[in-house]
């Protein structure tokens, strides 16, 4: 059973989804469903509706997006469709730009998710973990650090829910992220809709997956692995970053209205359209 305090209207059962790319489910490829990928979301919203038939569900999250562009894209959408559940990761992408005020982006955060908590909804909100994409990256740990205690305490003072990221072991092995090292793998987002579904208390059958330990690479293998994904991640990022565009820019949000949720998940619902219901 989902908790009673999930449901602070009875007749109502709706989650919506806020974010970027974390929520929208970049790394979890599945061309069946729209802007080609499933996530961590999807899965906790089919796992609602199995364990209590009746939500709907809507993610507005979009690759890319900073706090800012959350708060005025996906807010005023969000607080119309009268959520009993949301979701919220935000501000990874701000952390990247060494030009943000890390305080003034957390005031920001923190009335974000007072408006929020305000609707009478539970709110689920997420730490960010220490992703060891590169040396060049070390310095950004700090920031990072930040964020996540300033996550924390506003978790506490607006009495939403956290799931600390940053604690989870499992992400420790490679194996949980996908090529371009920023993002969860297919394995990565479903181990972490498990954890989700734990703060909730809706039952599940997600574990961590069961792998031999990794192949140490040879020198020559780890070299050829960093040319690779220089080449087909670094580089082509730098480059946006030149033109001042984004992955984002031209994607919509994935479900944009809330969807009842079809016992036998959302493919049920992408399977019913002339064109499958993907985005390109």
Known sequence: MVPESLLPDLGRRVFVALGDSFTEGVGDRDERLPNGVRGWADRVAEKLAKAQPGWKYANLAIRSKRLRHIIDEQLEPALRMRPTL???????????????????LMVDYDQFVAKLAGTGATVVLFTGFDVKVSALLE?????????????????????????????????HDRRMWDSDRLHMSKAGHKYLAGQVLDQLGVPHKIKRKDW?????????????????????????????KLRGVTLGDTLTPRWPEPVKVPRKGLK?????????????
């Open 268 to 280: 049920k619902l992408t399977s019913e359209t002339p064109d499958g219901g993907a985005a390109p």
């Open 212 to 240: 031999e330990p990794p192949v140490r690479l040879s020198l020559r293998e780890w070299e050829q692995q960093q040319r690779r994904w220089v080449h087909d991640w670094v580089l082509p990022l730098f480059g946006r």
């Open 86 to 104: 949301i979701t919220l990761y935000a501000g990874g992408n701000d952390l990247l730009d060494l030009k943000t005020d890390m305080v003034a």
């Open 139 to 171: 310095p950004l740990k700090k920031r990072n650090t930040y964020y996540n205690q300033r996550v924390r305490d506003i978790a506490a003072k607006h009495g939403a829910l956290l799931v600390d990221y940053w604690c989870l072991d499992a992400f």
